[in-house]
Structures are given as structure tokens and as C-alpha cells.
């Protein structure tokens, strides 16, 4: 019994539980219809999105296009690719051609018909890529700024007067040759400038011709200048040149006369006897006297002043036989003069002179046969002829 009940039940459950799986079933299907459509409605959706923003995305694409080909349109109307030309960093102006513009700096700024020009001087010019108003390129503009910029070199002859470097030193004379060179180069201090090289040494041996000695003191150098030299400035600097030239034609006379005048050092630079004439000179054989005459005779009035010949120290100052009255002056270096014959004595013994200084009068004591000097230089006590350094033109 309970058997058969167990059988029952079995079938009885299993057909409740056939009953809820086909109930399940139904149940499913409409759900899961209905997770179908709202995946369909999702997938509508983000198409519908996407779509939205594509074509959102082609609407900006087509405007910013449409905007840069506009830009692109302003751009090329108003601005155009050009080369912004500057020197030493400064942008003179703008061109459309480089290399013809070039061609037109070297046709028309660094060529010159001008003879005087010996080259046109300009730092480099560079040229930048860039874009700009159009309005802004202007080659003639540009080029008239660069002739602006430029500058004429002019190629003169130097006609000048030549000072030797005397500063060289011993390290100088080591040197390497180049330097050594320059260490003998000349300096001029005045000159003319000529355009000409053959005018230049036409003025150069006139100059050499009328001075003399200190003529070979002019040379020629060939320089490069920035301005051109003209007619009047030529003529100032022959004046300044020549007028240097006299001065030191006469310094190199004033100099030969102090080296004429000088003995063992001494210059004598003062005659004894101012305006006098020689009565009678150094070596002379004459009646009023038994030996050979020891000095030269200056004769003046009586009572000319008579000067020291040089700086010194009187040594005697009184009278001497066949001098009369005499003053004698030690100059050192073994140089002493004598002046005899004197009407009046202005110095004594130990008295210190310089040149010019009065020391007596002319007169006609002694072994005299009228008013003159007796005048002697010796040298080491030995008389010589005083007409070697003083009355040499006389």
C-alpha cells in the first residue's frame, strides 16, 4: 500500500514539477523578449548617439576647413613668403628674391664707376625666411638702406713726414720678424694725402729737392680711409708739412752748429766779441810779436763788452805781461779759454759763469797795437785754432 502511495506520489510530483517548468517556460520567453528589446532599444540608442556625434563632428570638420581655407584665402591675399634682410642683427627691409636682390647689392652698392673708391665697405648681409604684409616688401626701399649702411673706402698716397721708432728695447729686438717689422716702421706725424701715386711722388721729390737733409725724411704709404680728401684740406696739410719741414731743417742747422761749437764736450756758445772783425788770426807770423800767434785777434771799440764763451769758473783775472790785463775761464773736460788785452776785468777769481755772461772789456793793454780781443781755446793747455769752433764764417 504504502508502496503503490510512493508511486503515486512520485508521478504526482513529477507532474507538478513539468507543470512549473512549462510554467517557467512561458514565463521566460516574454522575459527574455523583453531583455531583447531593450538591447535592441540600447543599440538604437548608441547609434543614435554616434550618429548624432558624427555628424556633429563632420558639421565642425567642414566648418574649421571652411574657416582655414578662408584663413589660408586672407592670409595669401594680405601676407606673402618673404626674407627679412638684416645686418649685424637689424632687419633693414624685406624682398620677395633673395638671390636677385643679392645681385642688386652687388651691381648697384658694391660697385663703384668712382676712381677715387678703391672698395665699397658692408658687413654681411643676411637674409631670413618669414611671412609678412605684403605691403612691407619693398626692394627699393631695402636697397637704399643698404647704401645707407654702406661706405666708400678710399685708397690715398701718404706724403709724410718719417720719425724713427727710437723705442725699441731688447725684448724687441728678440722678437720673431714680424714684430721686428713693426718695431722699425716710421710714424708720420704730418701729412698730404694724394689720390694719385705719381702725384704723390712728384710732391715727394720737390719736398726732397727744397729740404735738403731733412727732405730724406719724406716718405710715400699707400692707406685705405673712410672720407675723401679734398682740394682744401690738401692745401692745409702742404702748408703744415712744409711749414714742419723748414723748423726742422732749421733744428738739424741749430744742431750742427752746437756739435761745430762743442770741444771734449764744452759748447761754446757764446762769441767773445759781438759785431768784431778778425785783425788777426790763430798761427799768424807777425812783427809785434817773436812767435807764432797762439789765439785770434778781435778787434771793436774800446770798451765793447767781452762774454764768456761757455759755462765755467774763472781761474785768473789780472794782469799778464804780453796779455795785459787777462781773464781766464776753466771749463772742464780740460777746456780753457783766455781773454787778454782787456781795458776793464768784471770778475775775479772763483767766480762762476755761463755763456753770455760779461766778464771784461775790450781794450789794448799790453802787447797791443790797438782795441781788440786776444781770444785762446786749449785744450789740455794746448792752444788751438779758436776759428774750428767759433768765427768760422768769419
Not at 528589446?37 to 563632428?57: D, E, G, H, L, P
Not at 761757455?310 to 787777462?326: H, N, P, Q
Not at 788785452?341 to 781794450?363: D, N, Q
Amino acid at each position: 500500500m504504502i508502496i503503490i502511495l510512493n508511486k503515486q506520489s512520485r508521478k504526482q510530483s513529477a507532474k507538478l514539477k513539468g507543470i512549473k517548468e512549462i510554467k517557467s517556460e512561458e514565463e521566460e520567453v516574454p522575459r527574455q523578449r523583453l531583455k531583447n528589446k531593450i538591447r535592441i532599444a540600447q543599440k538604437n540608442r548608441a547609434y543614435r548617439t554616434t550618429r548624432k556625434f558624427i555628424v556633429k563632428t563632420a558639421k565642425t570638420m567642414q566648418i574649421m576647413l571652411i574657416a582655414s581655407a578662408l584663413v589660408f584665402i586672407f592670409i595669401n591675399v594680405r601676407y606673402k613668403a618673404a626674407y627679412a634682410v638684416t645686418i649685424d642683427g637689424e632687419t633693414i627691409g624685406y624682398v620677395s628674391n633673395k638671390e636677385e636682390f643679392q645681385e642688386q647689392i652687388n651691381a648697384n652698392v658694391l660697385t663703384t664707376d668712382d676712381e677715387k673708391v678703391a672698395f665699397v665697405s658692408l658687413d654681411t648681409v643676411e637674409y631670413n625666411e618669414t611671412y609678412v604684409a605684403k605691403t612691407l616688401i619693398n626692394e627699393d626701399e631695402t636697397l637704399d638702406e643698404i647704401k645707407d649702411k654702406a661706405q666708400n673706402i678710399y685708397r690715398v698716397y701718404e706724403v709724410g713726414i718719417i720719425v724713427e721708432d727710437n723705442n725699441s728695447t731688447e725684448e724687441d729686438e728678440s722678437s720673431n720678424d714680424s714684430e721686428k717689422s713693426n718695431a722699425s716702421e716710421v710714424e708720420s706725424k704730418t701729412a698730404v694725402y694724394f689720390v694719385t701715386e705719381e702725384e704723390a711722388q712728384a710732391y715727394a721729390d720737390t719736398l726732397k729737392s727744397e729740404y735738403g737733409e731733412v727732405g730724406n725724411n719724406i716718405a710715400i704709404t699707400t692707406l685705405y680711409i673712410e672720407n675723401e680728401i679734398s682740394e682744401d684740406a690738401i692745401k692745409e696739410a702742404k702748408a703744415q708739412i712744409e711749414s714742419e719741414l723748414q723748423a726742422q731743417e732749421e733744428a738739424l742747422e741749430k744742431q750742427k752748429e752746437i756739435e761745430a761749437r762743442t770741444v771734449n764736450g764744452i759748447y761754446l756758445a757764446c762769441l767773445p766779441v759781438q759785431g768784431g772783425t778778425i785783425s788777426s788770426r790763430f798761427g799768424a807770423v807777425e812783427s809785434i810779436r817773436n812767435h807764432v800767434h797762439g789765439g785770434l785777434d778781435i778787434a771793436a771799440a774800446y770798451g765793447t763788452p767781452i762774454y764768456a764763451a761757455a759755462d765755467g769758473t774763472v781761474i785768473y783775472s789780472g794782469w799778464m805781461s804780453g796779455y795785459g790785463y787777462l781773464v781766464k775761464i776753466d771749463h772742464g773736460n780740460g777746456i780753457q779759454t783766455y781773454y787778454g788785452h782787456c781795458s776793464k776785468l768784471y770778475v775775479s777769481v772763483g767766480t762762476k759763469v755761463t755763456a753770455g755772461t760779461k766778464i771784461a772789456a775790450v781794450g789794448s793793454t799790453g802787447n797791443s797795437t790797438g782795441n781788440h780781443c786776444h781770444f785762446e781755446v786749449r785744450i789740455n793747455g794746448v792752444a788751438v785754432n779758436p776759428q774750428k769752433y767759433l768765427y768760422r764764417s768769419y
